[in-house]
């Protein structure tokens, strides 16, 4: 056979290139619809026997102390937003760039707003490997022992000799949510995913309060081997 490739054959590559990204998009005739009513059908109310729960993927990111702000990105600098949150919270426009011990570094991490009481990083377990750290699965807020970082900013760099997590799954509610599931603060319940790669997730903490809406946080690597996305339900079945 030559090396050469024909006319055609270039045109039959180029059509399965094609065929390839749009299947992969979604908008193919005969690819799988995407499930859209789901979110508003389900959400919050009892279904199939189970407590259907909204689905929000964490990517990496950050909270920060206005101290290390200042560090990072110069004197009283004030975050801006990008985009809201639950809760009063959001992301913020401004990124940086965390590197561990081993100098391997992560660009473009988010920073989540408004600034903290305590500086945290929170990855997935793939991060940790990729920045030859360990950390600790933690609640948010519970850095104590937990592992170092340094975080580099346009105007200047800090090191945390603890504050990198690897956040523990959670589901925020509000009190008339856990009221109707039967579940308290700080409980433990199972929930499963549906779809291929179907998967029963274990001790997912239950969190209430007042400024939370029903949705349960994952991260990156939890939503890959569960083949869910932001936006999806998982079922409560404690
Ligand atoms: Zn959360």
Not at 98 to 110: D, Q
Request: hydrophobic share 40%; glycine share 10%; aromatic share 4%.
């Amino acid at each position: 056979m030559s090396g050469k490739i024909s006319g055609y054959d270039v045109e039959m590559i180029a059509k399965a290139v094609i065929e390839t990204i749009i299947e992969q998009a979604g908008v193919g005739e005969n690819s799988p619809k995407k499930q859209s009513g789901v979110w508003e059908n389900v959400e919050g109310s009892r279904f199939d026997g189970g407590y259907m729960v909204p689905v929000g993927v964490s990517a990496r990111h950050v909270h920060l102390t206005q101290e290390h702000v200042d560090v990072l990105f110069g004197k009283d600098y004030q975050l801006t937003l990008k985009n809201k949150l639950m809760g009063g919270q959001y992301a913020a426009k401004e990124t940086v760039t965390i590197v561990g011990l081993k100098l391997r570094a992560i660009e473009n991490v988010r920073i989540l707003g408004p600034v903290r009481r305590c500086s945290q990083v929170e990855i997935s377990a793939t991060d940790a490997v990729k920045l030859g750290v360990k950390a600790p699965v933690r609640e948010s807020g519970d850095v104590a022992g937990s592992a170092a970082i340094a975080l580099v900013g346009p105007q200047g760099a800090i090191y945390l000799e603890e504050g990198l997590i690897i956040a523990k799954r959670h589901i925020h509610m509000s009190p008339a949510d856990a009221a109707s599931t039967g579940v308290s603060d700080g409980d433990r319940v199972a929930v499963a995913t549906e779809r291929e790669r179907a998967t029963v997730l274990h001790n997912v903490q239950i969190r209430v309060d007042d400024s939370f809406t029903l949705e349960m946080h994952i991260d990156t690597d939890e939503a890959n081997a569960a083949g869910i996305a932001t936006g999806d339900c998982v079922t409560l079945i404690r």
